[in-house]
C-alpha cells in the first residue's frame, strides 16, 4: 500500500501499473492479486487506511493535550498545514484533481470520504466551542470547516506547489496565521458586530 501511494504521488495514476508497484514493494504480482483485486482496489485502500491513519493520530493527539476549543483547532490546522505544505501533498493535490475523478472515481471517492472526515471533526469542534460559549451560537459549522480546510488546501497548492509566491509574495507563516486569525473572528463575533469595528 505504501509503495502504491509513493508511485501514485511520484509518477500519476495513469503511468503507475500494478507490475511496478509489485517491484517497488519486493512482491510478486501474484501477492498483490491475492489481497487486492486491481489497481484501483489497491489504491482505495491504501487512501482510506491513510487518511484514517492520519486523522486517528491527530484525535489522540488533541485529546491528550487538551485546552480550549480554540488551541485544539489550531493545533489541528497548524498539522493540516504543514502537511498541506510538503512536496508530497503538491504531487497528490495535482494526482487527485487531474486524473481521479475521471479515470479512478472509487479512489478519489475514498479520498473525498477522508476529507468529509475531516471536515465533520471540526465541525464537531466549532459545536463543542458553541455550547461552551466560546464561539458564537449562529456560526454554520458544517460550512466553516469546508471553508478553513478549502482555504488552507488551495493556498499550499497555488502559492507553494504551483508557484505563485514567485509572482504574489507572502510567507507561508504569514498566509497561514492570518487565514486561522480571520477564520476564528468570525466564529467568536457577529457579521454586524465586526462590521462596526
Known amino acids: 500500500m505504501a509503495s502504491a501511494l509513493k508511485l501514485v504521488k511520484r509518477h500519476g495514476y495513469r503511468r503507475v501499473r500494478l507490475d511496478d508497484i ?12 491475492h489481497y487486492f483485486a486491481n489497481k484501483d482496489d489497491l489504491l482505495t485502500q491504501s487512501v482510506s487506511s491513510r487518511m484514517a491513519e492520519r486523522q486517528g493520530e491527530i484525535e489522540r493527539r488533541l485529546a491528550e493535550k487538551g485546552g480550549s476549543v480554540t488551541d485544539r483547532l489550531r493545533i489541528f490546522l497548524g498539522d493540516f498545514w504543514a502537511l498541506s505544505l ?9 494526482v487527485v484533481m487531474a486524473e481521479m475523478p475521471a479515470e479512478a472515481p ?5 479520498w473525498a470520504r477522508g476529507l468529509a472526515q475531516r471536515w465533520r471533526f471540526i ?26 480546510l478549502s482555504a488552507l488546501t488551495h493556498q499550499a497548492l497555488l502559492h507553494v506547489h504551483l508557484g505563485v509566491r514567485r509572482i504574489a509574495p507572502c510567507s507561508n507563516d504569514r498566509l497561514f496565521r492570518s487565514s ?18
Open 180 to 197: 486561522v486569525e480571520q477564520w476564528l473572528n468570525g466564529l467568536t463575533h457577529s457579521p454586524r458586530t465586526a462590521s462596526r469595528r
Open 22 to 33: 509489485a517491484r517497488d514493494a519486493g512482491v510478486s504480482k501474484a501477492t498483490v492479486y
Open 106 to 110: 472509487r479512489v478519489f471517492a475514498a
Open 86 to 94: 510538503t512536496a508530497e501533498s503538491g504531487l497528490w493535490q495535482r
Open 123 to 148: 465541525a464537531r469542534l466549532i459545536t463543542e466551542g458553541q455550547r461552551s460559549g466560546e464561539f458564537r451560537r449562529g456560526a454554520d459549522a458544517t460550512v466553516a470547516s469546508r471553508f478553513i
